[in-house]
């Protein structure tokens, strides 16, 4: 049954409104709603909101943004589950000041509409404060007073403190509640950070890896990201390259986890001791950075599971235990698990939290899980929730290139964050098309996307065989284009051998041996790595994935896009839109590009009529420019990209 005033579309949102959709604590959140009424009434709006299972809302007013849309903000004070409701009734001041004065200019008559005034304020009035209530009854005499023209008499009505009065006590006798909404809430490093992934076991173990911290966080990573760090099974472990001839040295795939020395709550002795796990997080965190840990719930042959639980994997007719497949490749060096049991289902989800309770009890907050696609979805609704109730800082990522409504529905029903098709998107159409669905369309409430231009298994695109230019302009876009980012260790040094000509992992993968690299090659990127972090975190505009705009290029080769942050200087007689703009453009090819830029003004708050400055904060590069036409040449030889902060002169 619909109210009196319909509200609907409330968003921030999920598809089926029955999860969370995702905001940060302590930080603004958007939201919104259409907000209908029959006739020609002004209506008003505001959203309420509160932590779940608490009894205090807070308010804030929202504002018509247009087309029957209104829109507002929350900020969340705390992290954890939140719930807000969008409120509108009919402003009978604002519709009675609309008809007073239409009438009034028409010449016609408006004495009823002064006695309509009148009765508001006598109505007001009773609910009105002792200070209040006074100054209302005044009000209503003097709307009555015949002795006065009517003119001057609705000069009083329109006085002013008697809008502020009548604000202050709103007369709601429609007021309609949407239904509740909610929002997680989740700390800021869900929303921004850039990750990034190393193997410890070809640093030497945990201890010496402490020393390629300090580089890690001078480049400016949030997160450093290590695989499983679990013992390694010995059953058809698997040798250089993915064979299955394993030499005795070879340390075997991190993702087969378990053998006699323990299972996912143990850690592989040749990595070190608990002590020296904890140590690591400890260097890290002294740092600035915080340590997400592999989740991988699978097992290798030698996995105690399989013994002591033989029930809770898949059993082939002949007794065997089936071990993972995606055609065409073959782990036989793992047992995926059966989710769904005969028996000890219940036992086993909970084996599964414990892994993650063992880890956060060592200081883990952050969860990067591989492969939550082959998982059912229950298993996710239940144990997300679960683990964030004990700790709502806790982190999900969900590595799923998978179908994308199993991607979306992952996010939807609880993960932090989303791996994306980004890594294979290498077009300016495929780009362009690819943000504007994750970016401007519904699933940016609720699905935080990660960039990573490479993994462990995926090297693809430009990056095959590529240049410098190639992986410089792939960790510009990822790093510029989503507030989250990541790189596999070995991009700084370009590493771009791949398995074959079709294989899209790398030859020689370090997920089946150790690599030993030179970390101070002179070509290293280390430091363009460096300076691009340092821009993300200079500039507000990269805080938020919706902010993104894409302007026109005449060369298919180059693309180019804005980011921007509102304007923060009310003080001023004529505030910029946008306090802080960016403009991003690459050269997606391997080749010299050169095009003529078509700038959306209106989109970059910038003068159409006037010059305005482009500072390339890449190489310092200062250019002057008047209007929305700009000439770039990109040479991925010297520079495959510009990211411009663009400012108004005086």
């Known amino acids: 049954m619909l109210g009196r005033i319909v509200i609907e579309d409330l968003r921030p949102s999920t598809p089926t409104r029955a999860y969370p959709a995702k905001g940060v604590a302590g930080e603004p959140i958007p939201v919104s709603a259409t907000i209908l009424k029959e006739g020609h009434d002004i209506l008003a709006a505001a959203v309420r909101w509160r932590p779940a ?71 007001h009035s009773v609910n009105a404060g002792a200070k209040d209530s006074p100054a209302m009854k005044a009000a209503a005499v003097q709307l009555r007073d015949a002795t006065s023209e009517a003119s001057r008499r609705l000069e009083a009505g329109l006085a002013p403190n008697l809008e502020k009065l009548l604000t202050k006590n709103p007369y709601r006798t429609d007021l309609t509640t949407s239904d509740v909404a909610l929002i997680w809430a989740d700390r800021s490093i869900a929303a921004r950070g850039a990750w990034y992934e190393m193997f410890p076991r070809s640093e030497g173990g945990l201890r010496p890896a402490v020393d390629r ?8 990573f949030d997160i450093v990201y290590l695989p499983p760090v679990h013992p390694i099974g010995e059953t058809a472990r698997k040798g250089k390259n993915n064979t299955l001839d394993a030499k005795p040295d070879d340390p075997g795939s991190p993702w087969a986890i378990g053998s006699k020395l323990g299972g996912h709550t143990a850690l592989d002795p040749a990595l070190g001791s608990l002590d020296d796990f904890e140590f690591f997080v400890k260097s890290a965190e002294s740092l600035g950075m915080e340590v997400a840990l592999d989740y991988a719930l699978q097992c290798s042959p030698d996995h105690p599971w399989v013994k ?51 880890w956060i009890g060592k ?88 960039f990573w231009p490479n993994t462990p298994d995926i090297l693809s695109g430009p990056l095959r065989n590529g240049g410098p230019g190639a992986f410089k302009h792939r ?11 990541g790189m596999y260790s070995g991009y700084e040094l370009m590493e771009n051998i791949p398995a074959s000509g079709k294989n899209e992992e790398y030859l020689n993968s370090e997920k089946y041996e150790i690599k030993t690299r030179e970390w101070n090659s002179p070509d290293s990127l280390e430091r363009y790595i460096e300076r691009v972090n340092s821009i993300r975190r200079a500039h507000p505009a ?42 991003m453009v690459v050269n997606l090819d391997e080749q010299p590009q050169e095009t003529t830029l078509w700038l959306d ?33 990109l040479d991925p030889d010297v520079e495959p990209a510009h990211v411009f902060h663009l400012r108004r002169i005086g």
């Open 308 to 358: 002591e639980h033989p029930e809770w994997f898949h059993q082939r007719p002949d007794g065997s235990i089936k071990y993972a497949e995606n055609p065409p490749k073959k782990y036989q060096d793992i047992y995926p698990i059966n989710f769904w049991p005969d028996q000890g289902r219940e036992q086993l989800w909970n084996a599964c939290k414990d892994i993650l309770d063992f």
């Open 475 to 485: 960790l510009v876009l990822a790093a510029t284009m989503s507030p989250n980012y």
């Open 363 to 450: 200081g883990v907050k952050i969860f990067r899980v591989d492969n939550p696609h082959t998982k059912p979805f229950a298993f996710w609704e239940w144990l997300i929730p679960a683990v964030q109730a004990e700790d709502p800082g806790v982190l999900f990522l969900a590595e799923a290139f998978t179908r994308p409504r199993v991607m979306a529905k992952l996010a939807e029903i609880g993960f932090t964050q989303s791996y994306t098709y980004f890594t294979w998107r290498t077009t300016a159409w495929e780009l362009a098309e690819y943000l504007t669905e994750v970016a401007l369309g519904p699933k940016a409430d609720y699905m935080r996307t990660n």
């Open 542 to 583: 990269f805080k938020e994935i919706g902010k993104i705009h894409f302007h026109h290029s005449n060369n298919e080769h180059i693309i180019a896009y804005s980011k921007t942050s509102p304007g923060r200087d009310p003080e001023l007689q004529t505030p910029p839109k946008f306090h802080d703009v960016m403009l």
């Open 53 to 123: 299972g608490t009894s205090k809302w807070s308010t804030a007013v929202m504002t018509l943004a247009g087309n029957d849309k209104w829109a507002g903000e929350i900020i969340p004070s705390k992290l954890g589950l939140i719930e807000f409701v969008v409120d509108s009734w009919t402003d009978h001041y604002a519709s009675w000041r609309h008809h007073a004065l239409a009438k009034a200019a028409d010449g016609q008559a408006i004495e009823v509409e002064l006695e309509e005034l009148a009765v508001m304020l006598d109505a």
């Open 213 to 220: 911290l300090a580089a890690i966080a001078k480049m400016g």
């Open 601 to 633: 003004m209106e989109a970059i708050g910038m003068p159409a009529d006037q010059p305005y400055e482009a500072h390339d904060e890449l190489t310092g590069a200062v250019y002057l420019w008047e209007g929305a036409s700009a000439y770039i040449r």
